[in-house]
């Protein structure tokens, strides 16, 4: 028992030690490296110490296109990645890469002294080169001049901290944006002065807000998404600050994740509920599209789209047109298991035009935009002559309301989008990334935000 006893010590003190040995093994630089980064296996992308109070936590956002990926650090090869799945693991030196099988732009964290590595998905459009061009040139493909022929696309804000989404411009000429902060899970809204180019926080924690809208009374309505937020629909009193739920549950039970909206001329509002936030609970049992009437109860109007997610109304009230951002495919969540012999989902990018009725109940939709299984469609707006223009990656598209595409305009990142108001109802407002930009139309664009 004794020989039993103090051979098992001796091991314990040997495990403790090699585990010692591990956790104090530490990094003063570590980058992310592999034929799925912009720069390859030449030159590593650097991470950053993340925001808070853990010095040994690292972070990078960056795009990433089909391949490998691995640790860098200390300019050597000192960690490689573990066996672990994917998204989630312990980093190990001399471990197997990781591979990127689905493009889009991620969010890495490492920490140092632990290993634990892990990956958030923040877009799921194609990852584009992170080299940003200050003015793009626009191309027409159809008989219709939507851009002048000297429009360029300008950044007119860079200082996101995370992701940039659900721009929307408020009666007093400011633009309102949403900021992913999902280090800490709680996000920000932003607003910005086109003009002079100020900006502020307006709202931090939003409740990771995503799209926004404002209504004929001038107050702010917010989808707030999943990963750390409210998942439910927000109403701001713009006069007294008052903030309050105007839909946190259908049957009882959380929305997925409210991703955007769109106000009817009756001042009804349609939003979606997707599900891309892979570790948070999907309490619905369907991603759905619904109504809020202004009497405050809620409707479920579609849930025949697999993956809801930009939406608008038709300046003639007749329609209201759906993106089906349906990524990795067939209605799953973004990351599926890394196995060899599965059969992979076929994923969908879509525009479905629904017939709008008085009542503000939908009719069956007709598939107007066909996108394949390689381009993911998010935002969307639409002009005053019923046009839609959709972001779509590196660039914004535009199609009539046949389906009939017109013209199209290059963007470093393009993820949401809106016209602004006034002396700005002709320009077109782009989130992408960490950054705001701008293009000048030949179009009045349309923001339906009810009767007042």
């Not at 585990?19 to 490296?33: C, M, N, P, S, V």
């Not at 106000?263 to 609970?281: C, K, L, M, Q």
Request: hydrophobic share 35%; proline share 6%; with cysteine.
């Amino acid at each position: 028992m004794r020989i039993a006893s103090l051979k098992s010590t001796l091991l314990f003190f040997a495990l403790w030690s090699v585990f010692f040995a591990k956790a104090q093994t530490t990094y003063t630089t570590i980058g992310i490296i592999g034929s799925s980064t912009s720069k390859g296996w030449d030159a590593s992308i650097p991470m950053k110490p993340a925001a808070g109070n853990n010095p040994h936590q690292w972070q990078v956002t960056l795009p990433l296109s089909e391949g490998e990926v691995k640790f860098i650090a200390n300019n050597s090869w000192d960690v490689n990645w573990g066996n672990s799945p994917f998204p989630l693991g312990i980093a190990i030196p001399g471990g197997a890469n990781v591979p990127i099988s689905l493009a889009g732009t991620y969010k890495v964290t490492f920490n140092n002294i632990t290993g634990d590595y892990s990956f958030a998905t923040i877009s799921y459009a194609a990852p584009q080169k992170r080299s940003v061009q200050k003015s793009l040139g626009s191309q027409k493909t159809g008989g219709v001049n939507i851009f002048p022929a000297e429009a360029k696309v300008q950044e007119i804000f860079s200082n996101g901290e995370d992701f940039l989404e659900g721009p929307v411009m408020s009666p007093d000429g400011l633009l309102y944006f949403s900021d992913f902060s999902e280090q800490t899970r709680t996000g920000i809204i932003w607003t910005l002065n086109p003009q002079t180019r100020a900006y502020k926080a307006f709202r931090s924690p939003s409740g990771m807000a995503n799209g926004l809208a404002f209504d004929a009374n001038g107050d702010l309505i917010v989808c707030e998404q999943a990963g750390g937020g409210g998942r439910r629909v927000t109403k701001t009193n713009m006069k007294t600050g008052i903030t309050r739920i105007i839909a946190g549950q259908y049957r009882n039970k959380p929305f997925n994740s409210p991703n955007d909206l769109s106000i009817d001329a009756e001042g009804r509002i349609y939003f979606t509920d997707p599900s891309y936030v892979v570790n948070d609970p999907v309490e619905q049992n369907l991603m759905g599209v619904y109504r809020i009437d202004n009497d405050s109860s809620v409707h479920l109007v579609a849930a025949n789209v697999n993956k809801p997610n930009g939406i608008a109304v038709s300046p003639d009230q007749k329609t209201l047109y759906v993106v089906n951002c349906d990524y990795p495919g067939n209605g799953n969540r973004w990351f599926l298991p890394e196995e060899k012999a599965v059969v992979k989902p076929n994923g969908e990018g879509s525009i479905l035009a629904f017939e709008l009725k008085e009542d503000g109940s939908l009719q069956a939709p007709s598939k107007l935009i066909e996108f394949g299984n390689s381009i993911a469609p998010d935002g969307m707006t639409v002009d005053a002559d019923g046009n839609l223009y959709i972001a779509v990656g590196s660039r914004v598209v535009v199609y009539d309301p046949n389906g009939t595409k017109l013209s199209e305009i290059k963007c470093p990142q393009a993820t949401n989008l809106c016209f602004g108001r006034s002396k700005f109802s002709k320009t077109l407002f782009i989130a992408g990334g960490k950054s705001i930009f701008m293009v000048e139309t030949n179009k009045e664009g349309f923001a339906s935000s009810g009767n007042k």
